[in-house]
């Protein structure tokens, strides 16, 4: 089953504004959810990351706000740029059963429109 | 330094055939991640690997499909027997020890199958 549930699957924003991406999990074990940036023909390259005993982390124009009670967390891009037009992806991690894959969302298309 | 390198790029195959996915990872780095994406779809684990060993081979389809990642050399993805089902972008990823959280992603091969 989906570990973890990213929503919406396309979001389109004009130049200047706030893209938000939202990502909801099960699983309690997870302690490290970071959030991936993927262009077209490209790999997916690390955005930013939050562990769960933090609730905002922010570098730049990218903040996560991270709920641990609603199991819960979110991307919110200030100031969107047309070169921020991608695949987004959030992801979490368990390191407590000795095996550290990520677990990623099914993907957000960003468009930012000039 | 050089980034997670994968070859070849695009790959093309006929139903029967073999495809191997060669990844080599960055300088420095022992453990090294396999994930396939679909068409439209986020990444899914399917193997993880440290020198000589596997460690999780859990997101792994148990038939056609094994990796490996000897002393020396890149880590290999074989698929045996390929089907139409198997057309996807598969990506490697590296981390330098089991305690790091960041794992970096190579640009993925393209393995269509006719």
């Known amino acids: 089953q989906q570990q973890v549930k990213q929503s919406p699957q396309s979001l389109i924003v004009q130049k200047g504004g706030i893209s938000i991406i939202n990502c909801a999990y099960e699983n309690t074990a997870f302690d490290y959810f970071p959030w991936y940036q993927q262009f077209p023909g490209k790999g997916p390259a690390l955005l930013i990351a939050i562990r769960p005993d933090v609730s905002e982390k922010k570098e730049g124009r990218f903040t996560i706000s991270f709920n641990k009670s609603a199991k819960q967390f979110s991307l919110h891009i200030m100031d969107s740029q047309p070169g921020d037009s991608a695949t987004y992806f959030c992801a979490a991690v368990t390191y407590q059963t000795g095996a550290n894959n990520l677990f990623f969302g099914t993907g957000t298309r960003l468009t930012v429109i000039p | 330094n050089a980034g997670v390198m994968q070859n070849p790029r695009h790959l093309v195959r006929r139903r029967g055939q073999e495809a191997r996915l060669r990844c080599s990872p960055m300088k420095g780095h022992s453990h090294v991640y396999w994930y396939r994406q679909l068409p439209e779809e986020g990444l899914k684990f399917m193997v993880y690997?440290?020198?000589?060993?596997?460690?999780?081979e859990s997101g792994m389809p148990k038939e056609r499909f094994s990796a490996e990642f000897p002393k020396e050399g890149p880590s290999i993805l074989r698929i045996q027997q390929v089907v139409r089902g198997d057309s996807a972008a598969y990506f490697c990823?590296?981390?330098?020890?089991?305690?790091?959280?960041?794992?970096?992603f190579g640009p993925g091969t393209r393995l269509t199958v006719l």
């Open positions: 690997l440290q020198k000589e060993n596997i460690i999780d």
């Open positions: 990823a590296s981390s330098p020890d089991f305690s790091t959280d960041t794992q970096y």
